[in-house]
């Protein structure tokens, strides 16, 4: 019976030093590949809808009068001290 115990303990011993087998990880994955390809693709946007300025301002003139000339258009920018319009008063 000495014997029994003894070599049960040696195959005990044996399966617990062995070394672990190493953890199966998921499958790969298949995928498709392709070659790269340069091209220029052009980009359009059309729409339906409405435009608004982000600022606007109302131009009024402190005097009365005809005016003469104008020199801007509408929606055009225009820099501070700029000559806009002539008014013969």
């Not at 600022?55 to 509408?74: P, R």
Request: hydrophobic share 45%; glycine share 8%.
């Amino acid at each position: 019976m000495k014997i029994f115990r003894w070599v049960i303990g040696c195959i005990f011993l044996c399966v617990g030093c062995s070394s672990p087998k190493e953890p199966m990880g998921k499958p790969a994955i298949k995928v498709e590949v392709a070659e790269v390809q340069e091209k220029t693709i052009p980009i359009f946007l059309e729409g339906i809808g409405h435009v608004r300025a982000l600022n606007a301002v109302d131009i009024k003139s402190q005097v009365e009068g005809e005016l003469v000339e104008v020199y801007y258009t509408q929606g055009q920018r225009v820099k501070e001290g700029e000559l806009l319009v002539v008014i013969d008063p």
